[in-house]
């Protein structure tokens, strides 16, 4: 098992800034790529931003210019800095990573997701 645990959410007024962090552990994994996605109240699960085993990005049409992902491979972490905040930001923010996990004598596609942290922007 792969395990990704988030942190850095919180309560920010419009305008301020956040930076998510998400880890991930286990044994026996090589990362490819890591994101985030959100869901606001009542709505659908949706992109946030992803990044490549080799540093490619994509960013939601919403979100470009105001966040930007990053990570760290030595520390197998992935995180977003997200600036300029706005009400419309609120959302549980959900890390995912998908990769490879080596067994005893296979090798195993993974796709796994954190527990989601909180982001609200709020006066």
């Known amino acids: 098992q792969v395990q990704l645990v988030e942190s850095g959410g919180g309560l920010v007024q419009p305008g301020g800034s956040l930076r998510l962090s998400c880890a991930a552990s286990?044994?026996?994994?090589?990362?490819?790529?890591m994101g985030w996605y959100r869901q606001g109240s009542g709505k659908p699960r949706e992109l946030v931003a992803t990044m490549t085993g080799i540093g490619s990005t994509n960013y939601a049409d919403s979100v470009k210019g105001r966040f930007t992902i990053s990570r760290d491979n030595t520390k197998n972490t992935v995180y977003l800095q997200m600036n300029s905040l706005k009400p419309e930001d609120t959302a549980v923010y959900y890390c995912?990573?998908?990769?490879?996990?080596?067994?005893?004598?296979?090798?195993?596609?993974?796709?796994?997701w954190g527990q989601g942290t909180q982001v609200t922007v709020s006066s």
């Open positions: 995912n990573a998908g990769g490879v996990r080596r067994t005893s004598n296979s090798a195993i596609d993974f796709d796994s």
């Open positions: 286990g044994s026996a994994f090589r990362l490819n790529a």
